[in-house]
Structures are given as structure tokens and as C-alpha cells.
């Protein structure tokens, strides 16, 4: 049994390094994670479903797989899809085992399992960061592409300035878009491909107001100035209202959780304290009300802070 300790600490090492490494080197070479990011949208829009330009935003409905890659891709692709699923694996065998090294029974080393959810939650937080980014990009990019129009130049060279002029994440998000024009992809596909790939919620109307004007004529560049300017407002609304309901958000997440994690402790450190709860029906029918009345306060409290800017 010693040995089978040595070995889950060497792999829990091995993970830790990997983890570290793939990190840094996903700060440290822009240009190597722009060229898996334009793979990545390749593949994301090939196998997403054809849909209407006004409904494309809606929450994407993907297999689980295309779903993480989907996600992975949001994130800045900081790992590939098969390292991440590795990974994961890798660390609920080893929270399974560690548990279970630590107290010699594998009923209660299941709970070790949730480890591997840990780089899932990781990667989760990077594609929100990532995508709140965009958001707060989007209407500098607007105001950027009016400029553009107004000084003669077409819409392409607009999107290929925001790629330039514009960081990370709608930088590289447009000069996609300009670069798959260019290369024969007609506007409406790559719009669409753009929405699939980033789930912001004013997308479809900047698409729409290019495309009507494709249609049937106008002054884009004044349509796109105030479009850049109600996005503003929008947002500097947003950032107070997340502001003043972040204590409502924070308090509702750590309630939520607090009684998952002490049963989980419990079940780890004294087991037999929650042998009733587990043997009888009536401790049956508490844990469910319990965890049932759980989940619908969370998502009570959190419909309560959700104020749709």
C-alpha cells in the first residue's frame, strides 16, 4: 500500500507541473494560441448547426464534447480537448485515491471524485473573463470601424483595423471574421460564425444593421456610432447594477454550497454520524428536501440579483 502512495503523489506532481506549464505557455506565445484559436473556429462553426442570424445567440445546444471545446476555445485555449479530458481524469483518480489512502474505504473516498471538476470550474472562469472582455471591447470596436467608414475606407478594412488596433479577445475575433471574408466566406456565414463562437448578446444586432445595409443602403458608419454608443451605456449600467448586487450573488453561492461541503466533511471524517441520514428512509427523504430546498434558493437568490441591464 506505501507504494500506492509514492505513485499518486508522483502523478499529483506530474499534474501540478502540467497544469503550471500549459499556463505559462499560454501567456507567454500569443501568436501559437491565435493559430489554434482560428483551428479551434474552424471546427466550431463546421459543426454547429445552420440557424437564422437573429437566433444564432441562443445558448448552443452541442454535444458534451463540443461543448467543452466550444468552451476551451472561449477560454483562449489553454489546453486542447484531449489533455483537458486527461486531466480531468487524472485528478478525480487521484482525489479517489488520495481519500481512500487516507482512510482505507472507498465508500467514502467517492466524494475525491469532485476534484476532477476542478479543471473544468478553472477553465469556466477563463472563458467568463474572457467573453465579460469582449463585452467591454465591443463598443471601442464599433466606435473604431465608424471611424474607418467615415474616412472612406469598406467595412473589411474596418474589421482588419479592430484585428490590429484592438488586444485580445476581439482583436483576434475580427480579424477572423475579415480574414474568412477574404478567403470567399460569404458575410451573413461569417457574422453567424462570429455569434456561434461568442455568446454576446448585442452581436446579432451589430450583424443585423451590416447586413440590412448591404440590403438596402443606409449610413453604416452613423447606425454603427450609435449602435457604439447605447452598447456604452449599457455596459456602464451593467458594471453598477453587477456592482450592487454582488453581495447578494457572493452570499446566495456560499450558501448554496456550504451544505454540500459539510456533508462531504462529515462523510469523510465521521462517517457513522451520517449513518442514519443514509440508512433510514426518513434521513432519505431529509437529504433529498434539504438538497432540494438548497437548489431552490440558490436559483431564487440569484434570479433575485440578475438584473438584465
Known amino acids: 500500500m506505501d507504494y500506492m502512495i509514492y505513485v499518486l503523489y508522483l502523478i499529483t506532481a506530474l499534474l501540478a507541473l502540467e497544469g503550471i506549464g500549459s ?5 507567454a506565445d500569443p501568436a501559437r494560441v ?4 482560428r483551428r479551434l473556429a474552424t471546427r466550431v462553426s463546421e459543426s454547429a448547426p ?3 442570424i437573429l437566433r444564432s445567440n441562443r445558448r448552443l445546444r452541442f454535444a458534451s464534447l463540443h461543448e467543452i471545446e466550444l468552451m476551451l476555445y472561449r477560454a483562449g485555449g489553454p489546453m486542447r480537448l484531449n489533455r483537458f479530458v486527461a ?5 478525480a483518480l487521484c482525489g479517489f485515491a488520495g481519500i481512500y489512502s487516507l482512510t482505507g474505504d472507498p465508500f467514502r473516498a467517492i466524494p475525491g471524485i469532485l476534484l476532477g471538476g476542478f479543471l473544468y470550474v478553472w477553465v469556466k472562469r477563463l472563458a467568463r473573463s474572457r467573453m465579460r472582455a469582449f463585452d467591454g471591447q465591443l463598443p471601442d470596436a464599433l466606435e473604431l470601424m465608424t471611424r474607418s467608414i467615415r474616412s472612406g475606407h469598406t467595412l473589411v478594412s474596418g474589421l482588419v483595423m479592430v484585428g490590429e488596433e484592438l488586444a485580445d479577445p476581439i482583436g483576434p475575433e475580427f480579424a477572423l471574421v475579415a480574414e474568412e471574408i477574404r478567403l470567399g466566406l460569404e458575410l451573413r456565414d461569417a457574422l453567424e ?6 455568446p454576446n448578446e448585442d452581436l446579432p444586432f451589430f450583424s443585423t444593421a451590416i447586413l440590412i445595409q448591404r440590403q438596402t443602403g443606409g449610413n453604416l458608419a452613423e447606425l454603427l456610432d450609435k449602435l457604439s454608443s447605447l452598447l456604452r451605456e449599457r455596459a456602464q449600467f451593467a458594471g453598477r447594477v453587477r456592482a ?3 453581495q447578494g450573488r457572493g452570499a446566495a453561492t456560499f ?10 466533511v462529515i462523510w469523510v471524517v465521521a462517517p457513522g454520524y451520517m449513518t442514519p441520514l443514509l440508512e433510514n428512509q426518513w434521513g432519505h427523504v431529509t437529504l433529498g428536501s434539504a438538497l432540494g ?4 434558493a440558490y436559483v431564487m437568490a440569484r434570479r433575485i440579483a440578475d438584473v438584465q441591464a
Request: glycine share 0%.
Open 255 to 264: 450558501l448554496a454550497l456550504w451544505l454540500p461541503f459539510i456533508m462531504c
Open 193 to 198: 460564425s462570429l455569434m456561434r463562437r461568442i
Open 34 to 37: 491565435q493559430a489554434r484559436l
Open 293 to 296: 430546498l438548497d437548489i431552490v
Open 50 to 52: 445552420a440557424d437564422s
Open 23 to 27: 499556463m505559462f505557455r499560454h501567456r
Open 87 to 91: 486531466l480531468s481524469v487524472l485528478l
Open 244 to 246: 450592487l448586487t454582488a
